[in-house]
């Protein structure tokens, strides 16, 4: 976009608006889902003939959402970590302090991928969304411990010097106890053969250290290369009993 010496008059400013909302959106409807605007408290849908009424002569989008960033046709794990999850700052931390501490590559890729749920998808039971996100692709032991972070975080295992997070007493208040599922996961994991692997998780699980550490995806190609099984289709293409979430998570605005 071109700098304005002078203030622009009324005329161009309607020009470059409606230029910016022809890039953020062509000629077609993207919908809200149930679940997004359960986000702003409402249980509510727009059906499709009202949601067109409301934009006559346009049809509805039925693939990539021009807002969102070009994914390509056959999208790599590396390719969500750089054009969907919304934040890997916190990803790369925690699986750099891993493979800093010399951990098996299982670990350092549990911590890679111990919060895809909550930077692409949503909070709520993020460890079993992400874990199901994966599944297909990694040893099952990686996807067990993912799915199990989510409880093992509420619990301290002194034995690795894990305590209770500080932030989740900030967070969530100094009497929060979580939910009785949470509870039984806790007491599962505990005696399951993998305990360990999970517990590492939460281990490199932590928000205090250095802010200022240098990370950098690169430095996880060649892990992921050699643990996550990589679909030659795409991810989202491969008919595998996760590929539709990734496919949502390329086409979040599809009416169906
Ligand atoms: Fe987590
Ligand atoms: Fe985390």
Redesign the pocket.
């Known amino acids: 976009m071109q700098h304005h010496a002078s203030p622009m008059t009324l005329s161009e400013r309607a020009d470059e608006l409606e230029e910016q909302l022809m890039h953020e959106l062509t000629d077609k409807i993207a919908t809200k889902s149930v679940l997004f605007n359960m986000a702003d408290g409402k249980v509510e849908m727009e059906g499709g003939a009202a949601l067109q009424k409301k934009h006559p002569g346009k049809l509805f989008l039925m693939g990539a959402d021009p807002r969102l960033p070009k994914l390509p046709d056959k999208p790599t794990l590396i390719d969500f970590f750089k054009l969907r999850f919304a934040s890997t700052a916190?990803l790369l931390q925690?699986a750099t302090h891993a493979l800093k501490a010399g951990m098996d590559e299982k670990v350092i890729l549990a911590c890679l991928l111990?919060?895809i749920g909550v930077v692409s998808f949503i909070r709520c039971d993020h460890g079993y969304w992400g874990a199901q996100m994966i599944e297909p692709y990694v040893d099952e032991e990686v996807s067990w411990a993912v799915r199990t972070h989510q409880a093992l975080r509420f619990f301290p295992d002194e034995s690795v010097g894990y305590e209770y997070p500080e932030m989740y007493i900030k967070y969530f208040g100094a009497d929060y106890e979580p939910e009785d599922y949470i509870k039984a996961e806790y007491e599962r994991a505990r005696n399951h053969k993998w305990y360990m692997t999970s517990r590492l998780i939460c281990v490199n699980?932590i928000y205090s250290f250095d802010p200022n550490a240098k990370v950098d995806l690169d430095d996880f190609v060649d892990i992921v290369g050699r643990n996550f099984r990589q679909p030659k289709e795409g991810l989202g293409f491969d008919n595998s009993p996760s590929a539709h979430m990734w496919r949502t998570l390329m086409w979040p605005t599809r009416f169906l």
């Open positions: 916190h925690s111990h919060d699980d």
